[in-house]
């Protein structure tokens, strides 16, 4: 699977948008972009994945330039409840059943 | 999403004992689990992927000997960590997909505490 690069860190105010930023330059034809977050002393929670089209849940959104060398995790309206270390992970689809390699990923504090 | 569901959340333990960690999946069935481990302001590290019916494939730098991983059915995988050290002191997770799911969902992990 390929590599990625996340700032270590990022501070947002409460009620703005979070953008966070993942480059995946060796990514391959085959590979998707996923976003895990984790909150201090619980389990990695799913948020979003893409192939190439940008992604919108209810949770966030996945925007993911042409090339596919790199992507941003957006929260529209972050809350302190979302301050967590967020994972941008790449991995082809159904690649051994769902095994993640985890990168440092992004520590983000939304601040009041 | 599908839940998984790990027990103890925490646990203190002695030198020199074992310790068991177990991984449930309840609303699906995973014929692979994984498990991870992870030290304090440090990311998640893979240590083994857990294979229903068969023996455990770990990765490079994991004794196999000491983290004993066991998937006999379906929903349940167990981790046990043997002749725990102050070293292995850790935050154990686990995670689970279903077959057809792209998705990895994981535990609340278990806090391992060895004095």
């Known amino acids: 699977d390929a590599k990625t690069t996340q700032p270590p860190s990022m501070d947002c105010a409460e009620g703005r948008a979070a953008n966070l930023p993942c480059n995946h330059s060796?990514?391959?034809?085959?590979?998707?972009v996923y976003w895990y977050r984790q909150i201090h002393s619980q389990g990695p929670q799913y948020i979003i994945h893409?192939?190439?089209n940008n992604e919108t849940n209810e949770m966030a959104s996945l925007i993911i330039t042409e090339d596919r060398k790199s992507s941003t995790l957006i929260l529209p309206h972050a809350t302190l409840r979302d301050t967590a270390v967020y994972y941008c992970?790449?991995?082809?689809?159904?690649?051994?059943?769902?095994?993640?390699?985890f990168g440092q990923g992004t520590e983000l504090s939304v601040k009041p | 999403g599908a839940v998984v569901s790990q027990h103890p959340s925490r646990v203190i333990c002695k030198s020199g004992t074992s310790v068991k960690i177990e991984c449930r999946s309840l609303?699906?069935?995973?014929?692979?689990m994984f498990w991870y481990r992870q030290f304090p302001k440090k990311s998640l590290m893979l240590m083994a992927t857990?294979?229903?019916?068969?023996?455990?494939?770990?990765e490079q730098g994991v004794e196999k000997d000491k983290f004993l991983i066991n998937h006999a059915s379906l929903t349940l995988s167990t981790l046990t960590v043997t002749s725990a050290h102050p070293e292995d002191s850790s935050f154990y997770i686990c995670?689970?997909?279903?077959?057809?799911?792209?998705?990895?969902?994981f535990g609340q992990g278990t806090r391992l505490t060895v004095v």
């Open positions: 992970i790449v991995r082809a689809l159904y690649n051994q059943g769902g095994k993640l390699i």
């Open positions: 857990s294979n229903e019916g068969s023996k455990a494939t770990y």
């Open positions: 060796t990514i391959s034809g085959n590979e998707y």
């Open positions: 995670s689970a997909s279903e077959p057809v799911n792209t998705e990895a969902f």
């Open positions: 893409g192939l190439k």
């Open positions: 609303d699906f069935q995973a014929t692979t």
